[in-house]
């Protein structure tokens, strides 16, 4: 099983002293982030994409890239790239040029973006938000996939004869997370192609989630793919941890009561009872995390949101601490009893897992 | 008569004190109601949605993007329901925010086809035609099916008696015939699933 981090990227002002970060700050401090996700032995560093502010990371493999530079295990990946707005075009030769860089440690998940303007910004319609994920996603598969591409559709200029370049590292195309909160659409069209399905549940009831995934797996089966224990499942997760849970709530009260997403709305508590947020011990963290399983199955990805609401790069890194030192070995462990030999991890390339056997064959040698 | 389909009824009401004269309304509507739709042999099954109790979950889900259990619970009853009557107090010349709230956060296509008995309350009867410039088009736009008769209470028809034509008792009884009779000319409604039943891929889309 896969843990790592993703990051919206949003620069907000931290309620405790008022001060905001430039946008300088906060693009170094993403980069630290995943730079310290590697270091205390997380396996995912993932980006948002956002086209207006108080976002800073418009442009994702660019990003990656630097990251990917600076580290050697990490995978990189994205949450969300957008398909509805971005070329498919672009997508398929920025992340194909970015997998040759990282050696093969590349994924995206896919997303339809949530600031309505975007659309038209780039030249499309709003309403056409699904349609455009399903075309431009039907034309991205085949552009991996084929060397030579002819294709006729709704919403891009044809293509004849087009050879996206770099063809994917040793052909293997990055594999695609299809990331979606409401729309069944986007399960269903994760489990017609058999990728990935991520549900970003940081901001939903768990009987929400529950159904989301639950139509994915059984419409991946459907599909042929094998069956619904095997689809390939990613959740979000929400964490502030401190030794004593009185201090992790007393320290994150006001990031929440602050924060653009639910401040002003329910209170902490019952936020925590009602989403997946938790804040408070290690162990509360471990044991909620649990959880997780009994909701969706045994599932292949667990990303946490650490760095939103203003919170300092300090603590943030504090954070990646205790989820490397105490919570990460601690999940691996437990989701790894009792996980049934037929599930499968998220697939990896050809590259990435052949340097993580090896990797693991040295430690045992050693 | 057992062989028809009971139908569900749900009442809104936005009322704020306690006791309400908006609830006051609703009750004598949905009683008018149920008795006609027993009359045509109909079981009828009432749930009736104060949304002053779920005030601050109106506000949060609005916040959030998602409900709390339970006021989904009362979103889901008014989506499934067989009719329903929507009554909320007069305020500055139109439904109250609470009311208002409340239909903002059901869902775009819930209530399309459904019918619909709009009723309202307020000091005077000069507010009166809020229910026809402020309720019937937010209904209309919703592609409710909006019964002919909506009922208005002013203070002073609690003390006008039911003899007289027009009187708030016929106009109550007129709109429950209305309500009841729509009822019953629509099939038992039961919402799709999109999770049960999801649209095939190839239907939603078909690749080149």
Do not use: C
């Not at chain 2, 989506?79 to 305020?91: E, K, Q, R, S, W």
């Amino acid at each position: 099983m896969q843990f790592g981090v993703f990051s919206i990227g949003d620069v907000t002002t931290d309620p405790t002293t008022g001060r905001a970060p430039s946008e300088a700050e906060r693009i170094q401090a993403m980069v630290t982030i995943a730079l310290k996700a590697e270091e205390v032995g997380l396996d995912v560093f993932a980006t948002g994409e956002h086209h207006n502010p108080p976002f800073v990371p418009s442009s994702p493999t660019t990003m990656l890239g630097f990251i990917a530079a600076r580290t050697e295990r990490l995978i990189l990946s994205t949450a969300t790239t957008l398909i509805t707005t971005n070329d498919p075009v672009k997508i398929a030769e920025d992340y194909a040029m970015l997998q040759h860089l990282a050696g093969g440690r590349v994924d995206l998940m896919l997303g339809r973006g949530n600031t309505g303007p975007v659309y038209p910004w780039f030249g499309q319609d709003i309403r056409n938000g699904i349609p455009l994920a399903y075309e431009n996603y039907a034309l991205l598969h085949r552009l991996w996939r084929e060397d030579v591409v002819d294709w006729e559709g709704k919403y891009r200029t044809p293509l004849t004869g087009f050879t996206s370049t770099p063809r994917p590292l040793d052909g293997v195309p990055p594999f695609v997370w299809h990331g979606s909160i409401r729309s069944p659409e986007i399960a269903e069209q994760a489990a017609y192609y058999g990728e990935g399905f991520f549900h970003n549940n940081i901001f939903w009831p768990k009987d929400h989630v529950q159904r989301m995934v639950e139509l994915y797996r059984r419409r991946f089966d459907h599909y042929g793919h094998g069956p619904a224990d095997q689809a390939i499942v990613g959740l979000g997760g929400q964490v502030f941890m401190r030794t004593k849970s009185q201090d992790a709530v007393r320290e994150f009260r006001p990031y929440f009561d602050h924060a653009p997403v639910y401040g002003g709305g329910p209170s902490l508590e019952e936020y925590m009872a009602q989403t997946p947020l938790t804040v408070g011990s290690p162990q509360q963290v471990i044991d909620r995390t649990l959880t997780f399983r009994e909701i969706v199955g045994d599932y292949q990805r667990q990303l946490f949101l650490l760095d939103h609401a203003g919170l300092p790069l300090e603590t943030v890194l504090e954070q990646l601490d205790i989820l490397g030192e105490l919570i990460v070995p601690v999940l691996r462990r437990e989701f790894a009893a009792n996980r049934p030999a037929n599930v499968p991890e998220a697939p990896l390339h050809p590259r990435v897992q052949a340097a993580q056997a090896a990797r693991a064959a040295k430690t045992v040698a050693g | 008569m057992s062989a028809i389909a009971p139908r569900s009824l749900v009442v809104v009401s936005a009322g704020l004190s306690q006791p309400s004269t908006t609830r006051l309304l609703a009750d004598r509507l949905s009683v008018a109601v149920d008795q006609h739709l027993r009359d045509a042999g109909i079981e009828p099954h009432l749930e009736v949605i104060e949304l002053r109790d779920h005030a601050p979950d109106l506000t949060n889900h609005l916040l959030t993007g998602f409900p709390s259990p339970r006021l989904k619970a009362a979103i889901d009853a008014v989506i499934a329901a067989d009719g329903l009557i929507a009554v909320t107090p007069i305020f500055s010349a139109s439904y109250s925010g609470l009311f208002k709230l409340f239909f903002d956060l059901v869902e775009r296509d819930g209530l399309a086809g459904k019918p619909v008995l709009i009723a309202a309350t307020g000091g005077t009867v000069r507010h009166s035609l809020a229910l026809e410039h402020a309720l019937r088009p937010l209904f209309a736009y919703l592609n409710a099916a909006v019964v002919a008769t909506g009922v208005y209470a002013a203070t002073e028809d609690w003390g006008s008696g039911g003899a007289a034509d027009g009187s708030l008792v016929q106009r109550i009884d007129r709109a429950a015939r209305e309500l009841s009779a729509s009822m019953a000319a629509r099939e038992s409604f039961a919402p799709t699933d999109p999770f049960a039943d999801p649209v095939p891929f190839d239907q939603l889309f078909r690749p080149s």
